[in-house]
């Protein structure tokens, strides 16, 4: 049994104010092509499908396009909401789509019952359940008290019942305690979301959502794929790629990745203006067409810095510097007696407080003008 393993396309979604949706329709012709040559007996989506609750029309045509293209190559598809999908949408038209392989997970009700698939080695049943909250399972146990996600993750597994002589798919959305994240997760506060991974015994291979980095969470059957696209620049090191999971008798599971390549990539830059700008630094790279945030360690600003590097590198999202004004933390002094200094030696504290440096004699006769001419103006 070969699954494919997918999640977090966050269909929709913006980076620094760029929308990738053109980038995630790239990336999903490419996944459909690693699909072509694996030819799997499943895909999995393990939630974020969208980035949000209420996705935007363009959203929902381009994973409406997708799903058709895998209905139209006859492989089952497993769908569940994540923490950032409205359970209700995802399981819209769940029992029409089950007749053509489509399979949504429904809103949680407190049971789940499995997909069945088989291939020589018998049965492999797939479990589709959606971002969990403590909340959601205290429905529907009782007197039973769950106050964490791992009490509410334990208690859906057991309502369950896992036949443990079949092998067993769980298709979850959660962040498994010593997963590591990136910036482009939300993250609760004092990591009150953590799941145990111990909860997750019953199952031959668990397919996770929600982390965007791929990873392993204690074993090889219990893993993060990321996402296909890199969602912030903490992720920039991150090679994406597709999780192929092969199941054959049970206790014989692995996995391996096949690299996604995406239309643009996301990377980070660093140095003196003068020097990214030159031809030779960047000719031979496709920093010009890729997302790049660069940080300048010019210790003066470059005026319209953005303007000026956006001629060079079309697509770039964040600017910064690292310099002595930006590491300074500099707080002014408690004994400035602002009443007995003059207006221009109030502004030399103020930019050498901000900046961490005395102001050049350029830009002090320019304040001195400027304090003069403004002086002049109330006399």
Not at 203 to 231: E, M, W
Request: net charge negative.
């Amino acid at each position: 049994m070969k699954l494919i393993h997918l999640s977090d396309l966050h269909l929709g979604k913006r980076v620094n104010e760029y929308s990738m949706l053109e980038d995630q329709e790239y990336i999903l012709k490419r996944i459909l092509g690693v699909i072509d040559d694996e030819q799997p007996d499943g895909v999995l989506i393990a939630g974020d499908v969208y980035d949000k609750s209420v996705p935007s029309a363009e959203a929902v045509l381009l994973f409406d396009w997708f799903l058709s293209a895998l209905v139209d190559r006859q492989i089952p598809v497993f769908v569940i909401s994540g923490n950032h999908d409205s359970p209700e949408r995802i399981a819209f038209g769940a029992r029409i789509m089950d007749q053509r392989g489509v399979h949504l997970s429904p809103v949680y009700d407190g049971t789940v019952t499995p997909v069945p698939l088989t291939d020589e080695w018998g049965t492999v049943n797939v479990w589709l359940l959606p971002f969990l909250k403590p909340a959601h399972a205290r429905r529907f146990c009782g007197d039973r008290e769950i106050a964490t996600y791992t009490q509410a993750m334990a208690f859906a597994v057991e309502q369950m019942g896992v036949d443990p002589a079949l092998r067993n798919v769980l298709v979850t959305h959660q962040f498994v305690t010593g997963a590591s994240r990136s910036e482009s997760e939300e993250i609760s506060v004092g990591g009150s979301d953590n799941v145990d991974a111990a909860v997750f015994a019953p199952f031959d291979y668990v397919a996770l959502g929600h982390i965007h980095s791929p990873q392993n969470c204690g074993s090889d059957r219990v893993r993060y794929c990321g996402t296909p696209l890199k969602y912030s620049f903490s992720e920039a090191g991150d090679q994406k790629s597709v999780t192929v999971v092969e199941l054959r008798e049970k206790g014989n599971v692995s996995y391996r990745t096949v690299p996604l390549v995406p239309r643009r990539d996301l990377v980070e830059l660093k140095g003196r203006y003068e020097d990214l700008t030159l031809r030779s630094f960047y000719e031979n790279t496709t920093w010009q067409e890729d997302y790049t945030h660069i940080t300048l360690t010019d210790e003066e600003d470059v005026p319209d810095a953005i303007g000026k590097l956006r001629t060079v590198y079309r697509h770039l999202m964040k600017l910064d510097y690292d310099n002595r004004r930006t590491r300074a933390n500099t707080l002014l002094p408690e004994n400035a007696a602002p009443e007995t200094k003059t207006p221009f030696a109030l502004f030399s504290d103020f930019y050498e407080a901000q900046n961490n440096q005395p102001m050049s004699g350029e830009q002090a006769a320019f304040m001195r003008a400027l304090i003069e001419k403004t002086w002049e103006g109330e006399a």
